[in-house]
């Protein structure tokens, strides 16, 4: 039965891809990491939608969620952003990648190495044009802002 509810997943295309694509930054912090994503992302024409401070909720939580353990974060944030270029070319392929909108890039530091700030994506996989289009805007967007952040 698992396999062939695997089998009408690939044949029905709806099968997502689940890698995460991370880059470290050194030399860096998580304010200007943070800024360098939000001024790339601009400076591409697309409009920020939300900054959800991710960290916090965790903090907030962490008491009765965790055992008490803190949150693995110094700092975490999603940066949601879309291109409505993208969005149209993802929908005429099929209505259900909706899903994949908006797109988002996760900034952090982790409390085990707070020296390093690192940009994350879950990749929307090359299954149809559109989706190997946003991974080369993803990818772009992180590349460029880990050269931005390094500047800073």
């Not at 994506?121 to 080369?136: C, F, L, M, V």
Request: net charge negative.
């Amino acid at each position: 039965m698992l396999l062939l509810s695997g089998l009408c997943l690939c044949v029905s295309g709806t099968l997502a891809s689940d890698e995460i694509v991370s880059q470290r930054i050194s030399g860096s912090d998580f304010a200007a990491t943070r800024e360098a994503l939000i001024e790339t992302i601009e400076s591409a024409g697309m409009v920020v939608s939300a900054q959800i401070p991710f960290n916090k909720m965790l903090e907030r939580t962490a008491s009765t969620l965790s055992d008490g353990a803190p949150s693995p974060f110094i700092q975490a944030e999603i940066v949601q952003f879309c291109s409505s270029v993208l969005a149209w070319q993802l929908l005429a392929e099929a209505p259900e990648h909706i899903v994949l909108c908006p797109l988002s890039v996760t900034v952090f530091v982790r409390r085990s190495e707070p020296e390093i700030v690192v940009l994350a994506y879950r990749s929307p996989g090359d299954a149809t044009p559109g989706r190997r289009q946003a991974e080369k805007l993803l990818r772009r967007l992180v590349d460029r802002s880990s050269e931005l952040a390094r500047l800073r």
